[in-house]
DNA sequence: CGATGAATTGAGAAGCGTCAAAGTACGTGG
DNA sequence: CCACGTACTTTGACGCTTCTCAATTCATCG
């Protein structure tokens, strides 16, 4: 990957606060803004003509969604909990696309990668078979993403959240949790405080091994 | 979306035809070049680590894969039947991105836009509950792309492909076809051959409708 | 006309969804 | 500081769906 460290030509915009469930961008609108995800973390949204709703993707720090590709969002855009965010124009990400500096090709490079790597890895998850394989391979996917202090991770995504994103019922998520922490595979000292007890484990029955 | 009508820059370059089951590139290796579907349909396949296959995305005539966002290729893509399509130069393509033409832009961001709409759409048909909503939704989804001889489509999928990409037993696939054809909502008048009979039918499953 | 791989069908077991109810955390207002 | 309401999580029981395994039929190609 190109540049991880650097948020390349937009660095400066402003982070702006949002509140748990508030929405960024609604899917079809015309891409007029960006959002650059600075702290919190955020889900993009389909809603089916029928009116059902699935979580597509979470985004984390350092991600960025909403980018113009298509005239319209292909996505809602919302705030699982409190968030920060930066909101840049379309026409200046269109801009430095079409600008002669190749290190601004590379920046957008990497932050199209990011956010298409977000859908790539829900087909990826959901592809596994069985309830205890997808939610394994969810938690080894977003624990490197969410802030931690010491052993103790921040684990603030709701159930529903997570049951929607894995096309499982909120029931299943709730027991197959129960399950990796009766074995030891994870702790949750508190709801949304989660420690990881045997990540080399929890990566094996997201490949398919029985506990 | 953007130029749907122009391939760009890269309009000339020369079809080649591949095998069933051919590779056109492997996963992680470097991104010299991508390719662009002339004919025929290509798989998109991720290959874990303890050897566990995939098939991610399917693509379809007019679709750009392996574009170089990233160093090295995210999947191994490779020819479901006989084949065409063009290499194209990874190099060329970064230096159209840089390029001063607001028409390059727009041009590259359609075929990344179309080659993530491919990954997002495996997202969204995984998270359909039921075989029947998962197999309809992806009917949907391939049925528009697919050559056709008037009513006749020709649909050359295998079922085990089918089965990898939804995320089920070739079994299951095998009899929820059966089911659609039982119900008239499509016909099978030999292996390959498709005819939809009640579109609005196939869409409502997919939508959770029981049949 | 056989040989090979794919598709089909059947039967049994396991897993997950659904429904219903109870428990827990957290913020609000008294 | 405590009582309360709300939203989320947890638990149990039951039925249906889907997976697994195995056998058979069907297409395609040499």
New interface residues.
């Given amino acids: 990957?190109?540049h991880s460290q650097s948020r390349g030509p937009m660095d400066r915009a402003i982070a702006m606060p949002a509140d748990a469930g508030e929405t960024l961008f609604v899917q079809s609108e015309a891409c007029e803004s960006l959002c650059e995800i600075r702290c919190g973390i955020a889900r993009a949204i389909?809603l089916?003509?029928?009116g059902?709703r699935?979580v597509?993707?979470f985004f984390f720090p350092g991600d960025f969604l909403g980018l113009?590709?298509?005239?319209g969002h292909?996505f809602s855009a919302e705030a699982v909990g409190p968030l920060m965010f930066a909101r840049h124009s379309s026409a200046k990400w269109?801009a430095e696309?079409?600008?002669?500096?190749?290190a601004?090709?590379n920046w957008?490079?990497?932050a199209?990668?990011r956010?298409?790597?977000a859908?790539?890895m829900?087909?990826?998850i959901?592809?596994?078979?069985g309830a205890l394989a997808r939610v394994s391979a969810f938690l080894d996917y977003v624990m490197p993403r969410l802030p931690r202090d010491g052993q103790i991770i921040e684990f603030s995504l709701p159930q529903a959240d997570i049951a929607?994103y894995l096309?499982l019922s909120p029931e299943t998520v709730c027991r197959t949790l129960k399950q990796l922490r009766e074995h030891r595979v994870i702790a949750m000292p508190r709801k949304n405080r989660l420690i990881m007890q045997r990540a080399d484990q929890l990566a094996m029955i997201a490949?398919?091994t029985h506990i």
């Fill in positions: 990957m190109y389909d089916s003509r029928d059902e699935q597509m993707a113009p590709l298509t005239i292909r269109q696309l079409a600008s002669p500096s190749q601004n090709a957008a490079s990497e199209i990668w956010e298409e790597k859908f790539m829900r087909g990826l959901l592809g596994r078979v929607s096309a490949q398919g």
